[in-house]
């Protein structure tokens, strides 16, 4: 909905501000028209005055100079001096139809108006009145007459002008944005749905009826291809289980046979000690079985979590405790370096122990020169995320595989083939990590000496806590 607004929203500025920019585009077109248009040719009044200025007396006549003579013929116009008594003392082309003698009411009427329909102007002469006309239709001539008080309030009357005309593009941008914006929602909100992998049905009516269209086939292909990779991975996640199961039961024929002729007096020792080595190997395949099966579940989201509060640093003491007494060698030391230790998370607490037993592991299995390793846990700065680390000084691992170290070892995503192991522990961890809704992070130390992992996990406030309770 937000984003039906925003797009209502520039619509009607954008509107508004065409608007505008038509309204001062056209007010500044029309006066360079006018003004361009008018000041092409001389001016009525300034022709009259060069006109007036140019004719002098003579003896017994007067005389018009040859720049205004040439003026009067290039604006086909007329002219003529008329006396104190009213009678045409000098005169330039006066057509038939003027007459030579005019009284005072003649005079006033032609000086604001039309004399015998020609547009004339009058301006005064040292010898009586100059007359200048125009042909006929050449000029429009009207008189406008304004009240003081309406001509003070014209600013005003012009600034209301623009308002409503600013109100009325609103008005009408607003209906027919909102008309438009009807028909966008659908859309809108099928490309939304679109994304959030739902199924779409969009009436392909309309101006914008392709679009819905090529829309619903969209969804209808995501559609089927969203339920052919969900078959798939559980296809793949159940034959992945069906065959450890299936590997499980002579396993553990095999282990225990392996086991009786390691405990059997009778036997030889080189006999004992080949079943030994059975039995270990086998109990190594038994560990790699169960881990495949872990993680293609925690990969496709079939593996039930069992969720409850619990304290990370907890299971950091009970983790460690293990390792010390399963006969750590001494070439690795253990330090805890736990703040913060009362902060919960909602998780599953078999499934957090095994990620903290398999980062530790991984610097113990990695190191067999020794290493120092820390664990770490503490909140992060903002509060919002508990920080869970464990970091070593040991070989560390190449920058350039960090970003693909947690992929699975068949994964297409894998560029480079694993080296030692079976390369599903830190695999484990991410794919724990996330089932938690948080994630796992890999940085190798200076000069790629040292791996540190960091789990980090959003820390539940007390209202989910108390939901959950209620729950």
């Not at 079985?289 to 950091?316: C, T, W």
């Not at 398999?358 to 909140?379: M, P």
């Amino acid at each position: 909905m937000e984003g039906i607004i925003r797009i209502l929203r520039r619509f009607v500025a954008t509107t508004i501000f065409i608007s505008i920019f038509l309204l001062i585009f056209n007010f500044v077109l029309l006066g360079t028209l006018v003004f361009t248009e008018n000041y092409k040719h001389p001016s009525p009044e300034g022709m009259i005055k060069q006109v007036a200025q140019g004719l002098e007396k003579q003896v017994d006549s007067f005389q018009l100079d040859e720049q205004a003579t040439e003026l009067l013929k290039q604006n086909h116009a007329w002219a003529m001096l008329l006396g104190d008594k009213g009678h045409v003392r000098w005169d330039y082309h006066l057509p038939n139809d003027v007459p030579k003698s005019y009284n005072l009411v003649d005079v006033a009427k032609f000086s604001r108006y039309y004399l015998m329909d020609y547009p004339v102007y009058t301006s005064e002469h040292m010898d009586g009145l100059m007359v200048v006309g125009y042909p006929k239709e050449s000029h429009w001539k009207y008189q406008l007459d304004f009240l003081p008080d309406w001509i003070s309030s014209l600013p005003l009357r012009i600034v209301l002008l623009l308002l409503c005309n600013l109100a009325l593009a609103l008005l009408i941008s607003i209906v027919i944005g909102t008309r438009l914006i009807r028909k966008i929602r659908p859309l809108v909100d099928g490309v939304h749905n679109l994304a959030r992998e739902q199924a779409i049905q969009l009436d392909a009516k309309g101006i914008f009826g392709d679009l819905a269209q090529s829309i619903n086939s969209a969804s209808a292909i995501l559609q089927r291809k969203t339920a052919a990779l969900q078959d798939r991975d559980e296809a793949r996640s159940n034959w992945i289980a069906g065959i450890s199961h299936d590997i499980r039961t002579p396993l553990s024929l095999v282990l225990g046979y392996a086991s009786e002729m390691e405990d059997h007096s009778d036997l030889p020792e080189e006999q004992r000690h080949q079943a030994g080595i059975i039995r270990r190997q086998g109990e190594k395949l038994r560990s790699l079985v169960s881990d495949l099966n872990l993680v293609s579940m925690l990969e496709y989201e079939m593996q039930p979590l069992h969720l409850k509060h619990i304290r990370l640093s907890v299971l950091a003491r009970q983790v460690v405790t293990e390792f010390l007494n399963n006969g750590l060698d001494d070439r690795y030391d253990i330090e805890l370096k736990l703040a913060d230790e009362a902060v919960q998370i909602h998780g599953d607490e078999k499934l957090l122990l095994r990620a903290i037993s398999n980062l530790v592991q991984n610097s113990v299995r990695h190191n067999s020169q020794g290493c120092k390793i820390i664990i770490e846990a503490s909140l992060s700065k903002d509060r919002s995320q508990y920080l869970f680390i464990v970091r070593d000084n040991g070989r560390g691992i190449p920058q350039e595989q960090l970003a693909e170290i947690t992929e699975l070892y068949f994964s297409t995503r894998r560029k480079r083939p694993i080296e030692q192991g079976q390369g599903l522990g830190l695999p484990m961890v991410a794919r724990i990590a996330k089932a938690h809704h948080g994630r796992l992070v890999l940085a190798s130390g200076v000069d790629q000496r040292g791996l540190t992992a960091v789990m980090e996990f959003p820390v539940q406030s007390q209202n989910e806590k108390l939901d959950n309770e209620n729950i």
